[in-house]
């Protein structure tokens, strides 16, 4: 059965799944699609065109799809946010709406898990099964593949690409892409190793043991496209022949390190 409190706000237009509860003073745009069994607490905001898929919960005072900070945004663009199911985004978390300069709409996929003060900014991509810590920022355009954790205190530039299973340490500040299945630390952010804990939770023995052997091919030494294309033309590994893939389409750079951790 839906709850909606009296005090809570729903426009006419909203649509409402089955079994929708909607604390006190929440607000829920008539542009909004609520799936069902979605949690929206107290005081948070559901704007624009924005898509909340089921089991999904919104904490007290996140804004969910309100108007881009891009000061190019003209107010009759029609925008919005698509979220995926089984999504927690925590306290005070903004999420802007898209823009036209990608397809219109953020977007975010299945069981993320977004902590308290988080921004993820206009035309964001993320995959499915993310985590951002507190206080994570995503600039506009960013965008992150699946099985991505975000450490907190730490912003991302527009644009960059983080691929799959990475983790970027909290308190870091990253402005290049990372390699799929990567750990990056530091400001400016490199890569420092593989991010074993996150592919172990994933691949079997033998594929982590593959992964490795790969990552050493690729950042021990030598220039990181030619070892790309020539381990891409030898690997029977899907995933890495995805880290490959990465490097050798890579808009930003990647930020190589060469200290100890890749010894």
């Not at 059965?1 to 009296?6: C, D, E, L, V, Y």
């Not at 978390?93 to 902590?115: C, E, L, P, Q, Y």
């Not at 983080?162 to 890569?191: H, K, T, W, Y």
Request: aromatic residues 8%.
């Amino acid at each position: 059965m839906t709850k909606i409190h009296p005090s809570a706000v729903v426009e006419e237009g909203a649509i409402l799944g089955e079994d929708v509860t909607i604390e006190a003073y929440a607000y829920v745009s008539k542009e909004a699609k609520i799936g069902n069994n979605v949690t929206i607490k107290q005081g948070a905001r559901i704007l624009s065109d924005t898509t909340i898929g089921d089991d999904s919960r919104i904490f007290s005072y996140a804004i969910v799809g309100d108007i881009p900070q891009d000061i190019s945004y003209k107010d009759e663009q029609k925008s919005g946010v698509i979220i995926g199911k089984n999504v927690t985004i925590r306290e005070f978390v903004t999420i802007n709406s898209g823009t036209i300069k990608g397809d219109g709409f953020t977007r975010i996929g299945d069981n993320a898990f977004i902590m308290a003060y988080c921004h993820i900014a206009h035309d964001c991509i993320l995959g499915h099964n993310i985590i951002l810590a507190n206080n994570a920022t995503l600039a506009g355009h960013v965008e992150l593949g699946d099985f991505c954790v975000v450490g907190g205190l730490t912003p991302i530039h527009q644009f960059v690409k983080v691929g799959e299973s990475c983790m970027i340490a909290g308190a870091s500040a990253l402005s290049q892409d990372i390699v799929p299945f990567c750990l990056a630390e530091g400001n400016r952010a490199s890569i420092k190793s593989l991010n074993l804990v996150g592919i172990r939770r994933r691949f079997n023995k033998d594929e982590v043991d593959i992964l490795n052997k790969a990552f050493k091919f690729l950042f021990r030494k030598g220039n990181l496209k030619d070892n790309a294309q020539e381990l891409f033309k030898i690997t029977q590994s899907e995933n890495v022949k995805k880290m490959c893939d990465f490097i050798l389409t890579t808009k930003r750079g990647i930020p190589v390190y060469r200290g100890k951790s890749n010894a």
